[in-house]
C-alpha cells in the first residue's frame, strides 16, 4: 500500500493549494468587420481584427458563437424532424479558414470542415462536447426514411408494413443516437423557424494554437470564406430541402489580467530575443487521382513535418460511374481502387515505405497500423484506449 498512490480525497493531510498569478479571467467579444457582416450569408470573405494589443489574450481557448435558424428552402415551412445539421457542421459553413498574425498570413485551411473533423477524430476525440457541435453518428450512421410513429385506426396493410419494417430496422441497429441528439438540440420550433447555438472553438484547427500561451502586443486576423453549402451540411431524409441562416456571429477571446508580479516577471523576459516554436498546418485543395500516381502540390517548407494526413472522399456518382473510392474497395467482388498510399515532401518519403492495400483479400492492416500509431505518438490518446 505504501507503494501506491492515494487518491487525492483520501490525501487528509495535503495543503489547500491556491494560485494568485491571475487577477481576473474575462471575455472580450468580437464582431466580423462592417464590410464583411453582409457576407454571413451571401457567400464571400467575413474578416475579424483582434486589436486588443494591451489585453493578455488567450486564443487557444477562443471559440465563434454562431446563432442561427434552419428552413426549408422555400420558406414556406420548417424541415421535418428527420432531417438536422451534420456533426461538426460549422466549420464546413467556409471553403477557407486563414489566421494572420501581425501583417502575415500564418496558416491557411482549405476545406476546414473535413480537416477540423479529420483532427478531432484522429488526434483529439475527448475534447469536446456537444456544445460546440461535436455530436458524432453512431451506429451504422443512418437514420430511419420514415420516423417510428403511432397507425391511425384505419391504416392499410402497406403502411402497416412500412412503420413495422422502419421499427425492426431501428431495433436491430440500436438506434444513431448522435444523430436523435442533434435533432433535439437544433430542431427546436419557435414561430415556424428551427433555431439552435454552437461555440466552435479555433483549437486545433490552427497548429499555431496548440502553443497554448498568452500572447500580448500583437494584432490578430481571422478571415473566414463563406460557402453556401446547404446540400452538404445537413443530414437524412430531406436533407437536401433545408437550409441554413446564420443570424449571428461573434469571436468570443478569453483575456487574463495577470498578478503585478508576474506581469513584471513576464516583461522583463520579453527582454530577450528567443525563438518560439510553434506547429503550423497546411492543408492543398483536392484533387482527383488520375492514372496510376498522383502527385499533391504541397507549399514548400524547409520544417521538416510532423506528420501528414492524407484524406479520400468519394465523388459524386455523376461522376464516377458508380465507382467510388471506398465503395469500389469495400466491395467483395472488385479490386481496391488504390493499392498503395505514400507521400513526398522536400524529398523525404512519408512513411519511408509504401503503405500497401492487397487488392485479393482486401487487407487495410497497414494503413490501420501507421494511423494507430499516429495516434499514440502525436495525439492525446493513451494505449489503453487504442486497443
Not at 67 to 96: C, G, H, M, R
Not at 104 to 133: A, C, Q, R, W
Not at 221 to 249: C, P, V, W, Y
Not at 254 to 282: G, M, Q, Y
Request: glycine content about 4%.
Amino acid at each position: 500500500m505504501a507503494n501506491k498512490t492515494l487518491d487525492p480525497i483520501f490525501r487528509l493531510y495535503d495543503p489547500i493549494r491556491y494560485s494568485f498569478n491571475k487577477k481576473k479571467e474575462d471575455y472580450i467579444i468580437i464582431s466580423p468587420t462592417v464590410g464583411s457582416k453582409s457576407q454571413l450569408n451571401d457567400g464571400g470573405r467575413i474578416t475579424f481584427e483582434i486589436n486588443s494589443l494591451s489585453n493578455w489574450l488567450l486564443l487557444s481557448d477562443a471559440y465563434f458563437r454562431c446563432d442561427f435558424k434552419i428552413k426549408e428552402a422555400t420558406q414556406n415551412q420548417v424541415p421535418q424532424t428527420n432531417t438536422t445539421l451534420e456533426n461538426n457542421f460549422f466549420p464546413s459553413l467556409f471553403s477557407e479558414m486563414v489566421l494572420e498574425a501581425g501583417s502575415n498570413p500564418i496558416e491557411t485551411i482549405k476545406h476546414p470542415g473535413e480537416f477540423d473533423t479529420m483532427l478531432k477524430t484522429v488526434l483529439y476525440p475527448k475534447d469536446f462536447d456537444s456544445v460546440s457541435g461535436w455530436i458524432p453518428d453512431v451506429g451504422d450512421g443512418s437514420i430511419l426514411k420514415e420516423l417510428v410513429r403511432n397507425l391511425a385506426n384505419d391504416a392499410d396493410l402497406a403502411r402497416v408494413r412500412v412503420v413495422a419494417r422502419n421499427t425492426i430496422e431501428r431495433v436491430g441497429r440500436a438506434i444513431n443516437h448522435g444523430f436523435e441528439k442533434r435533432v433535439l438540440q437544433y430542431n427546436n420550433v419557435v414561430e415556424n423557424n428551427r433555431w439552435g447555438y454552437v461555440n466552435w472553438k479555433l483549437y486545433p484547427l490552427f497548429g499555431l494554437l496548440e502553443h497554448r500561451k498568452v500572447s500580448i502586443g500583437l494584432p490578430y486576423k481571422i478571415h473566414l470564406q463563406r460557402e453556401i453549402n446547404d446540400d452538404k451540411i445537413f443530414f437524412g431524409e430531406n436533407g437536401s430541402d433545408a437550409k441554413l441562416e446564420i443570424t449571428n456571429l461573434q469571436l468570443f477571446i478569453p483575456v487574463i489580467t495577470p498578478s503585478i508580479e508576474v506581469e513584471t516577471k513576464i516583461f522583463n523576459s520579453l527582454t530577450k530575443d528567443i525563438e518560439i516554436a510553434f506547429l503550423h498546418r497546411n492543408t492543398v485543395g483536392s484533387m482527383t487521382l488520375t492514372g496510376e500516381s498522383t502527385t499533391w502540390p504541397i507549399t514548400n517548407t524547409i520544417k521538416p513535418a510532423r506528420y501528414l494526413i492524407v484524406g479520400f472522399k468519394n465523388l459524386p456518382d455523376s461522376q464516377t460511374n458508380n465507382n467510388n473510392v471506398f465503395r469500389v474497395a469495400m466491395n467483395q467482388t472488385q479490386d481496391p481502387l488504390i493499392h498503395k498510399v505514400q507521400v513526398r515532401l522536400n524529398n523525404d518519403n512519408y512513411p519511408n515505405q509504401p503503405l500497401t492495400i492487397n487488392p485479393t483479400t482486401k487487407d487495410y492492416n497497414e494503413l490501420y497500423r501507421n494511423y494507430k500509431n499516429m495516434c499514440e505518438l502525436f495525439g492525446k490518446m493513451i494505449r489503453k484506449q487504442m486497443k
